[in-house]
């Protein structure tokens, strides 16, 4: 019998059966570094069993259980590019493997594609490892020039609840901001 109390990640673990077994399992229990605080806290033999094919001896088990952050927890990296498209044909598929994997990711943000021009500006958010990552990959891909980050802040927040592109035109004033 397992119980879990979510919040605080304490784990009360009732396990029964053979003095042998038992000790096997609380070892795998004891490795797995999921689980501090370690300790039994009852050790008994028992005649009768409480639990259905279980047998002999009764060990309960209490922990800490080490839960995954909460994106809430931590901070969420917010990275902004700019880059040039090489072939403007090149935008359909990148936007729909892009649209596919970040959902998967977890990553947010928003690209506006000017495609006369063929200029991408790009923010991306989520978790930073899978962000910077997702980063590296896009500046090696061989797609883009003049990749250039604009900035990189954490933030406690997200902005975007989902990734998005937008088509955009360019102006004149438009193209300073961008480049700025």
């Known amino acids: 019998m397992l119980w879990v109390e979510v919040k605080t990640g304490k784990v009360r673990q009732v396990l029964e059966g053979r003095y042998k077994d038992l000790v096997i399992l609380y070892e795998k229990i004891r490795s797995d570094p999921r689980h501090t605080e370690l300790e039994i806290e009852e050790r008994k033999f028992v005649l009768q069993r409480s639990f259905r094919n279980w047998s002999v001896m009764t060990l309960v088990v209490t922990s800490e259980l080490v839960l995954p952050k909460k994106e809430t927890e931590s901070k969420i990296l917010q990275v902004e590019y ?19 994997k970040n959902e998967t ?35 090696k891909d061989d797609r883009h020039t003049k990749f250039k980050v604009l900035h990189r802040i954490f933030t406690e927040k997200r902005k975007y609840s989902r990734w ?12 300073v901001a961008l480049e700025a």
Request: net charge negative; aromatic share 4%; proline share 3%.
């Open 82 to 100: 700019t880059s040039m498209l090489k072939n403007i044909d090149d935008v359909e598929p990148i936007l729909a493997f892009a649209k596919a």
């Open 105 to 139: 990711l977890n990553v947010g943000g928003m690209m506006w594609l000017f495609l006369k021009t063929g200029r991408v500006r790009q923010a991306l958010e989520g978790p930073e490892d899978v962000v910077m990552e997702l980063l590296e990959k896009i500046e």
């Open 164 to 175: 998005e592109a937008r088509t955009c035109q360019e102006t004149s004033s438009l193209r």
